[in-house]
């Protein structure tokens, strides 16, 4: 079974500071990993993916994330907070031989003005 | 171009009474899935569908729940004698191909109530 957490409900953050949001997973195989960032009242949107390749990813928004593999964790990263940014995040992950993704709870993150 | 769309937006409904949420994914995913959102919750897999396979409904949480795909693209997500626990925001997503390397990509969502 194929499992993620994300161990901080809620994260706050000043802006212009860096931010990380942390995902820690649990797959058979090579996993394959997402986040996503949910704004109020609407759907997810896709921020960046790691398939192979570079640990470090970059996606939309200046976000970043890092693939380590030993730790099991894909931690989300942006140098400098925006209030923007203030949303909902989550983690996700497919497994060797799945095409269905797993989901965390989600982190909540604000950005403090 | 055009993102997934889902129908209603909203749907109030008295317990007792079926409801069928709509949702029309990206032209050309061959991949849709639908998802229940709770309040304070993470995401729910519901069903997929891939082209013409069968559908995976392990998700579904009971046999009041079902959905249909036709035609390969428009999907209906139908729950019977609706319950208050069914109260929560119904998302649907579509892919490209249902190889995992794929991002699956969000409709806003159902929210429905069960009074």
């Known amino acids: 079974a194929q499992s993620v957490a994300q161990p901080e409900d809620q994260v706050n953050v000043a802006e212009g500071n860096p931010l990380t949001v942390k995902c820690t997973y649990s797959?058979?195989?090579?996993?394959?990993l997402f986040w996503y960032v949910q704004y109020p009242n609407r759907g997810l949107q896709f921020l960046l993916k790691?398939?192979?390749?570079?640990?470090l990813v970059k996606g939309s928004y200046g976000f970043e994330a890092e693939f380590n593999k030993s730790q099991t964790s894909f931690h989300l990263k942006k140098p400098s907070a925006l209030v923007s940014d203030s949303a909902l995040y989550f983690c996700a992950v497919s497994g060797a031989g799945s095409y269905q993704l797993t989901f965390g709870k989600g982190t909540k993150l604000s950005v403090i003005p | 171009g055009a993102g997934v769309s889902q129908s209603p937006s909203n749907k109030v409904t008295e317990k007792g009474k079926d409801v069928e949420l709509r949702c029309d994914p990206i032209?050309?995913?061959?991949?849709l899935y639908w998802y229940r959102q709770s309040l304070g919750q993470g995401l729910e897999f519901l069903i997929y569908f891939q082209g013409n396979s069968a559908p995976d409904k392990s998700g579904l949480p009971s046999d009041r729940f079902s959905a249909e795909r036709t035609g390969g693209s428009v999907s209906t997500l139908t729950i019977q004698r609706t319950q208050q626990e069914d109260s929560a925001v119904y998302l649907c997503a579509s892919s490209f191909d249902r190889d995992r390397e794929y991002e699956q990509y969000f409709g806003p969502g159902t929210r429905l109530t069960v009074t």
């Open positions: 790691y398939i192979t390749g570079d640990n």
């Open positions: 797959v058979s195989g090579n996993p394959y």
């Open positions: 032209s050309g995913h061959t991949a």
